[in-house]
């Protein structure tokens, strides 16, 4: 499992995920990709996971054509602060999440 950290994500929640084979956007030197290019990119390059804050990409993207599966981090902000405490959640979400699928961690 390759995990793609989007860049409106904080690049500091990559270290939460340390024992998965995770990159950054930025890392990928992908910064400014626009969401279709940058799923057909990550499919390209084997990444088969998008962590993320962004909420619509459900609505903009045919996720289940990509292949890719979305984990959506819903907090009160995409601060560091306000995402960390989601990481045990998602680790539980990527042992079940399936390609295509996009599962909401957080929000309640």
């Known amino acids: 499992m390759r995990i793609l950290l989007d860049e409106c994500a904080p690049r500091p929640l990559k270290r939460e995920l340390a024992d998965y084979e995770i990159h950054t956007v930025v890392e990928m030197g992908w910064s400014g990709k626009k969401n279709g290019e940058l799923l057909r ?3 390209q390059k084997g990444f088969t996971i998008l962590l993320t804050t962004d909420q619509n990409l459900r609505y903009q993207q045919n996720l289940q054509q990509t292949g ?3 984990i959506v981090l819903v907090a009160r ?3 560091f602060p306000d ?3 989601l ?3 998602v680790r539980t979400v990527l042992n079940t999440i399936n390609p295509g699928e996009v599962i ?3 929000g309640s």
């Open 41 to 43: 990119l990550m499919n």
């Open 68 to 70: 890719v599966a979305v």
């Open 77 to 79: 902000s995409n601060r």
């Open 83 to 85: 995402l960390v405490p």
């Open 87 to 89: 990481i045990p959640d």
């Open 104 to 106: 909401e961690v957080g």
